[in-house]
């Protein structure tokens, strides 16, 4: 049994027919590689074995002429995969349109009318591309090889094709590349005739952490009870790698989930920092937070339109213009509603409920008849494209690393302008006592009023992160009011550090519950646990320091 391909980071299919390269640039890396290795010229008996015979046989000449090096192999590949290659009982002729030359000493002379087209099955041309592109494994350029190494991963490998890749392994010095083509060498020796060199490849796998290498060992087994593997001894071998493999693999997946956990819970903070200071601050039940949110978000997708339009060329820095007029936006708007309607309600906390969440669906009105029902697209710039590959089953996206770190850094603005400043004084005495802050000449309703613009402010900061991870809608604040809440109330009211505790805490362990019970169970879940939480510590992890006459 033929060995099957071996994928590495990147492929997500297999291929049982080979990508087609172009040829010039074949022939460039092919001669740069052969530059740094004694060249040998290709024999006539050489020539008429690769292009003559059984498809095994003229494999074996292949991978044979190749891991010497021949300097007259690389056009002969080149004409084969071109159908470009006749075959006489005397010579093996390479054809270019009306001339012929011979494959062995190039020398050029009228083409037989004898000469008969030489036929390449898939197998064969696989053969020939593997071969190709293993001879730029050669290469003294690092880029050069690991190309090669991806083309080769691609490849259904052959045995017959074992001598070039361990010369092309005894010269490499990079380690990863090395450790691929170890990994290749082990995936055709899996089926050789041979038990020890089956035995060497089970044990060598089993130091992957690939999911393509466990699919190649799952398939070497069989059910568990029967496969292509007969021998007890190596089929041990080969369940002990398997086990190694899928340890690793699991490790991948509960850090993947711990970083997803951490994404989400990072864009909770965001949503839920602003709410955080209102809340705290004024006792106000704002159902509009998560339309403030979606203004920021919205004010996201013009200024992207904007660059689009007068800036493409400096497309990439949009997102330095649209944090802090995000901002603004939505602190606006959260200055006019607590002007006009919040401050005469003040004391009413079912009436401000109900007052907010009327003016949610006003925005949410509103936008629909400016940009329409249908979502709108918000692009990433290049740099936040993409993403790190910590393990073979883990990528970490830049977008989410970037939101993670954008709101510890609002986390940490916020606590400054809270400890350091002016404001932050006059919001943390009207928090505690605002009676007592009347008193002493802090003026409460203006207090209130920059209060609110800030909480705002942060909630369109927290739409703007979101622009770049998910969709922009009218509905998109719907999706977070609940779960800010949530975080507000598990954390302590007004408390920033128990707000950071909170989102974190149920952003991972609402991944956690996702994995086994489902979304929507997660969701139940994690309200009995919050609701079991508020009854036995109803001021949340932290509760408020200091005196309050309010309490």
Same mark, same amino acid.
């Given at each position: 049994m033929r060995p099957g391909p071996l994928f590495f980071s990147g492929s997500t299919s297999r291929f049982?027919?080979?990508?087609?390269?172009?040829?010039?640039?074949?022939?460039? %890396?092919?001669? !740069?590689?052969? $530059?740094?290795?004694?060249?040998?010229?290709?024999? &006539?008996?050489? =020539?008429?074995?690769? *292009?003559?015979?059984?498809?095994?046989?003229?494999?074996?000449?292949?991978?044979?002429?190749a891991a010497q090096a021949d300097a007259g192999l690389p056009p002969l590949v080149e004409a084969l995969l071109n159908d470009a290659v006749k075959l006489t009982p005397q010579r093996v002729w390479i054809v270019d349109g009306a001339q012929a030359r011979d494959a062995a000493t190039g020398q050029a002379a009228s083409l037989p009318p004898d000469a008969e087209d030489v036929v390449n099955n898939n197998r064969m041309r696989g053969a020939l591309e593997a071969v190709q592109a293993a001879f730029k494994l050669l290469s003294t350029?690092?880029?050069?090889?690991?190309?090669?190494?991806?083309?080769? %991963?691609?490849? !259904?490998?052959? $045995?017959?094709?074992?001598?070039?890749?361990?010369? &092309?392994?005894? =010269?490499?010095?990079? *380690?990863?590349l090395k450790e691929k083509l170890s990994l290749m060498r082990a995936s055709i020796q899996l089926s050789a005739d041979d038990k020890a060199q089956r035995l060497a490849a089970a044990k060598a796998l089993g130091e992957s952490g690939s999911p393509q290498v466990k699919s190649l060992l799952q398939e070497r087994l069989?059910?568990?009870?029967?496969?292509?593997?007969?021998?007890?001894?190596?089929?041990?071998?080969?369940?002990?790698?398997?086990?190694?493999?899928?340890?690793?693999?699991?490790?991948?997946?509960?850090?993947?989930?711990?970083?997803t956990g951490l994404s989400l819970g990072s864009i909770l903070l965001l949503v839920?920092?602003?709410?955080?200071?209102?809340?705290?601050?004024?006792?106000?039940?704002?159902?509009?937070?998560?339309?403030?949110?979606?203004?920021?978000?919205? *004010?996201?997708?013009?200024?992207?339109?904007?660059?689009?339009?007068y800036a493409p060329g400096a497309f990439d820095y949009y997102i330095a213009l649209a944090i802090p007029v995000?901002?603004?936006?939505?602190?606006?708007?959260?200055?006019?509603?607590?002007?006009?309607?919040?401050?005469?309600?003040?004391?009413?906390?079912?009436?401000?409920?109900?007052?907010?969440?009327?003016?949610?669906?006003?925005?949410?009105?509103?936008?629909?008849s400016l940009f329409g029902a249908q979502n709108v697209p918000v692009e990433n710039p290049a740099w936040l494209?993409?993403?790190?590959?910590?393990?073979?089953?883990?990528?970490?996206?830049?977008?989410?690393?970037?939101?993670i770190a954008f709101a510890f850094l609002v986390l940490g603005g916020v606590a400054l302008m809270i400890a350091k400043t002016r404001l932050g004084l006059f919001v943390r005495g009207v928090t505690q006592n605002r009676r007592m802050a009347a008193c002493v000449g802090i003026n409460t309703a203006r207090i209130d009023t920059y209060a609110f613009s800030l909480g705002a402010g942060i909630a369109g900061l927290a739409g703007c992160a979101l622009s770049q991870v998910g969709n922009v809608g009218p509905d998109l604040g719907q999706s977070y009011i609940v779960d800010s809440f949530m975080v507000v109330v598990l954390g302590g009211v007004g408390q920033?550090?128990?707000?950071?505790?909170?989102?974190?805490?149920?952003?991972?362990?609402?991944?956690?519950?996702?994995?086994?019970?489902?979304?929507?169970?997660?969701?139940?879940?994690v309200l009995v646990v919050i609701v079991v939480f508020i009854q036995k510590r109803p001021q949340g992890l932290f509760a408020m320091k200091g005196r309050s006459a309010e309490a």
């Open positions: 049982t027919m080979l990508l087609r390269r172009p040829f010039l640039l074949l022939a460039v %890396a092919l001669s !740069t590689g052969l $530059a740094a290795l004694p060249a040998r010229a290709l024999t &006539a008996d050489q =020539a008429r074995a690769i *292009a003559e015979g059984d498809t095994d046989a003229r494999i074996t000449a292949l991978s044979s002429a350029d690092v880029a050069t090889r690991q190309a090669a190494v991806a083309e080769l %991963a691609k490849q !259904t490998l052959e $045995a017959g094709q074992l001598p070039l890749i361990d010369k &092309a392994l005894a =010269a490499e010095t990079d *380690a990863s069989g059910d568990g009870k029967t496969g292509p593997e007969t021998d007890p001894e190596v089929r041990g071998a080969l369940m002990l790698s398997m086990d190694k493999v899928a340890s690793r693999l699991a490790w991948g997946d509960r850090l993947g989930v711990v970083f839920a920092l602003g709410l955080a200071i209102t809340y705290g601050l004024m006792g106000v039940i704002n159902m509009a937070h998560g339309e403030l949110m979606m203004i920021g978000a919205y *004010a996201t997708y013009v200024v992207q339109n904007l660059f689009k339009t995000s901002f603004l936006a939505a602190a606006l708007v959260g200055a006019a509603l607590e002007r006009t309607v919040l401050r005469w309600l003040y004391g009413r906390p079912l009436e401000t409920l109900l007052a907010t969440w009327g003016i949610s669906l006003i925005l949410m009105q509103s936008v629909r494209s993409g993403g790190v590959a910590v393990m073979s089953n883990l990528t970490l996206p830049f977008n989410r690393i970037a939101i920033l550090a128990g707000t950071v505790y909170a989102a974190l805490g149920l952003g991972v362990l609402n991944k956690l519950l996702e994995g086994l019970a489902g979304a929507v169970l997660a969701k139940i879940m």
